[in-house]
């Protein structure tokens, strides 16, 4: 079946900094979501993103289909950015990657 | 903008014991899905549900499992015998249709087996 890979698999940061987060996918895939966990355990959608580029506030993210890669950016992180990202890929079910443990220091 | 409605948000439960999860999915979508994560681990597929039938199911959902839309809205996960290592966080997800839509993920149900 295909495999979600995500890197790095934790990110330090000062408030202020970017960041790229990285999801690689080993197969086509017709869909794939980015989804940040938040403290209380709720995966909040970032961003439905099978192909192309989009953006909302600090965060956009890109997919490249044919190449099987996404990316998710984060600009002027903020604390509040803390917290575990997950892609998440697939056709009909979704495989999840083991996700990016992002901390944001002040 | 709707939701996908979980209950309860917490659960704590004897091993050995009946529980039963349940979901209110967006009221146009098809495809139903319920995944775990068990703490510190990554998001893992359970099953998927379409025309009131499993369309397919992980290694995971094993014989204790069972999934059921009974009123044409709720949908819900039962473990019939539950186990220490059931012991996770369950989402429930829904789409309108099998490829090229979003996926939408309730606020998941944190299950305990004591």
């Known amino acids: 079946g295909i495999q979600v890979e995500q890197s790095p698999p934790d990110l330090i940061l000062q408030e202020g900094a970017n960041s790229t987060l990285r999801c690689n996918f080993s197969?086509?895939?017709?869909?794939l979501q980015w989804f940040h966990q938040n403290p209380w355990g709720q995966l909040i959608n970032l961003f439905y993103i099978p192909s192309g580029t989009k953006q909302n506030g600090r965060l956009s993210a890109t997919t490249v289909a044919t190449e099987r890669y996404s990316l998710l950016y984060i600009s002027s992180s903020q604390t509040t950015d803390s917290g575990v990202y997950f892609c998440a890929a697939g056709t009909y079910k979704y495989i999840f990657g083991t996700g990016t443990r992002l901390k944001v220091l002040a | 903008e709707p939701e996908v409605t979980q209950t309860p948000s917490h659960q704590v439960t004897q091993m050995g014991q009946e529980v039963i999860l349940r979901c209110v999915p967006i009221?146009?979508?098809?495809?139903f899905y319920w995944y775990r994560q068990i703490l510190g681990q990554k998001v893992e597929f359970l099953v998927s549900f379409y025309n009131n039938e499993i369309s397919e199911k992980s290694e995971i959902f094993d014989d204790q499992f069972s999934v059921e839309r009974p009123d044409g809205s709720n949908f819900t996960l039962k473990i019939r015998s539950t186990k220490l290592e059931d012991s996770a966080m369950y989402f429930c997800?829904?789409?309108?249709?099998?490829?090229?839509?979003?996926?939408?993920f309730g606020q998941g149900t944190r299950l305990t087996v004591v």
């Open positions: 997800a829904g789409r309108t249709g099998a490829a090229l839509t979003e996926a939408f």
């Open positions: 009221s146009n979508h098809l495809y």
């Open positions: 197969d086509s895939v017709n869909n």
